[in-house]
């Protein structure tokens, strides 16, 4: 096993869970070190997944890439009920979800136990 490169800076990325497995598989490819949480999203209350993955110097870019590519946003339709209506019909009202949210911290110390 080849020794993991000096990391200098954590990102956290929350994933849509249907993208996550493609997200993972693409940063698998650059052999940095990555954790995977389940989680829920408050907005629309859907399973999504946190990404703990530690940046070597130089691999912002790249993951930041990947990530853009594997996980995309889309439009999705959501039933809300009409108020005022005499009947509770269901409205479809577009939705966008999936992408990403990403949030990169400095790293101080990083030790392999």
């Known amino acids: 096993m080849s020794p993991t490169p000096p990391i200098h800076a954590l990102m956290t990325a929350v994933v849509q869970e249907q993208d996550v497995d493609l997200a993972i598989r693409a ?43 594997s996980c995309r946003q889309r439009v999705e339709y959501l039933a809300i009920p009409l108020e005022g209506s005499p009947l509770p019909m269901p409205t479809p009202v577009p939705v966008t979800v999936g992408g990403a949210k990403i949030f990169t911290l400095p790293v101080e110390r990083f030790e392999e136990l």
């Open 27 to 69: 940063l698998d490819e650059l052999k940095i070190p990555i954790v995977r949480f389940s989680s829920t999203g408050g907005f629309l209350g859907r399973r999504n997944a946190t990404l703990l993955i530690a940046l070597p110097d130089g691999y912002e870019e790249k993951v930041l890439k990947m990530l853009q590519t």
